[in-house]
């Protein structure tokens, strides 16, 4: 009897994280208190919004945002192709490509695996060697220091003008659990294991707690029209 209860409960929890295939990033509005962040609804489900809604949803194939009033199936439709796959997203924070520290004409969004220089937070990371840095303003040349305040480890790193990103610094390494302070900002750095899919990596983002990188990879995975 205790066996087959056992059995029936895995069973049970199988099928409920099938279903539970998508997760809330970020939602706002009348009906944003029924919606938190990290949410899972079942993939066959329909969510009813008001006027002033506004909910962001991460599944398999990306992300979507509903904008009430209206209801909705939570799926995406098969239509629906983010423009950045899971495969490509992981590989930019597994391994280095390109020149990281190339010059580019024009300011560009940050991405997923790119620590900001500019704005304290708690940021996650698939491999430490793979980390960039990235400033918001690229119109003169800028240095910044990173410091782990744990060990007193620190080195600079340069931008030269129009210059976004840069190399995080080898002789600091990145660790998890790290606390680090670049230039007058403080970062909590935090491995983590990005899964299968947008859902497993969205779902580690948020039990680390980094929520700025959250909404990153919610742009990153959005579709390519709505």
């Not at 940021?123 to 690229?138: E, G, K, M, S, T």
């Not at 606390?179 to 039990?207: N, T, W």
């Amino acid at each position: 009897m205790k066996a087959s209860f056992l059995l029936s409960a895995l069973m049970l929890s199988a099928i409920s994280s099938a279903t539970a295939a998508v997760i809330v990033v970020r939602s706002s509005g009348p009906s944003a208190a029924q919606y938190p962040t990290g949410k899972s609804l079942p993939d066959n489900a329909r969510v009813s919004l008001r006027g002033g809604d506004t909910l962001v949803l991460l599944d398999a194939k990306g992300s979507r945002t509903l904008r009430g009033p209206g209801s909705f199936p939570v799926a995406a439709g098969a239509s629906k192709a983010a423009p950045t796959s899971f495969a490509a997203l992981v590989a930019q924070g597994s391994s280095r490509r390109g020149r990281v520290g190339a010059v580019r004409p024009m300011p560009f969004p940050r991405q997923l695996w790119h620590a900001s220089v500019d704005r304290p937070e708690t940021f996650c990371f698939v491999q430490p060697n793979a980390i960039r840095l990235h400033r918001n303003d690229v119109t003169s040349e800028r240095s910044v220091t990173v410091r782990d305040l744990s060990s007193g480890k620190s080195a600079s790193q340069s931008f030269a003008a129009r210059q976004q990103l840069a190399d995080w610094p080898a002789a600091v390494p990145l660790r998890d659990g790290g606390h680090y302070r670049i230039g007058s900002v403080e970062l909590h750095a935090k491995a983590v294991q990005p899964g299968s899919g947008f859902v497993d990596l969205g779902r580690a983002l948020i039990e680390a707690g980094c929520n700025e990188q959250l909404n990153l990879l919610s742009a990153a995975a959005a579709p390519l029209a709505e």
